[in-house]
C-alpha cells in the first residue's frame, strides 16, 4: 500500500514562492506516476503537475514556466517536490500529492493514492 505525506504549504504574497514536498513510499514496482493536484473551494480537484517513474513530466498551462517538479528515490521512498514560483492569487488551494503504478495521464480519476494535503494561500 502507498502511503504518501505533503508538507511545504503556507501563506506567501503574490510574485513569493513555496517549495512542497511529498514523501512517498510502499512501492512495488518500478513503473509508477506521482502527481500534484490542487482544490480550490468550490472547484474540482485538478492536476497541475505529474511525474513518471522514467523522468518524463506534465505541466498544466496553468502553471508552465512557474511551477517544477523533481524527485529523488533512494531505497525506501521517493521524494517528489513541487517548486513553485511567480505564485498568483488564483493558486491558492489545497494541494494534494498522489500516486499510482504504472504510466496514468495526469488526472486526479487516475490515481488511487493520497496525502492528506497542504494548504497554499496567495495573499497580498
Known amino acids: 500500500q502507498l502511503h504518501l505525506a505533503e508538507s511545504g504549504g503556507g501563506w506567501v504574497k503574490p510574485g513569493g514562492s513555496l517549495r512542497l514536498s511529498c514523501v512517498a513510499s510502499?512501492?512495488?514496482?518500478?513503473?509508477?506516476?506521482i502527481g500534484w493536484f490542487r482544490q480550490a473551494p468550490g472547484k474540482e480537484r485538478e492536476g497541475i503537475s505529474c511525474i513518471g517513474s522514467g523522468g518524463s513530466t506534465f505541466y498544466d498551462d496553468s502553471v508552465k514556466g512557474r511551477f517544477t517538479i523533481s524527485k529523488d528515490r533512494d531505497s525506501a521512498q521517493i521524494t517528489v517536490y513541487l517548486q513553485m514560483d511567480s505564485l498568483k492569487l488564483e493558486d491558492t488551494a489545497d494541494y494534494y500529492c498522489?500516486?499510482?503504478?504504472?504510466?496514468?495521464?495526469?488526472?486526479?480519476?487516475?490515481?488511487?493514492?493520497w496525502g492528506q494535503g497542504t494548504q497554499v494561500i496567495v495573499s497580498s
Open positions: 510502499g512501492f512495488t514496482s518500478d513503473f509508477y506516476a
Open positions: 498522489a500516486a499510482t503504478l504504472g504510466p496514468r495521464l495526469c488526472r486526479a480519476i487516475d490515481f488511487d493514492s
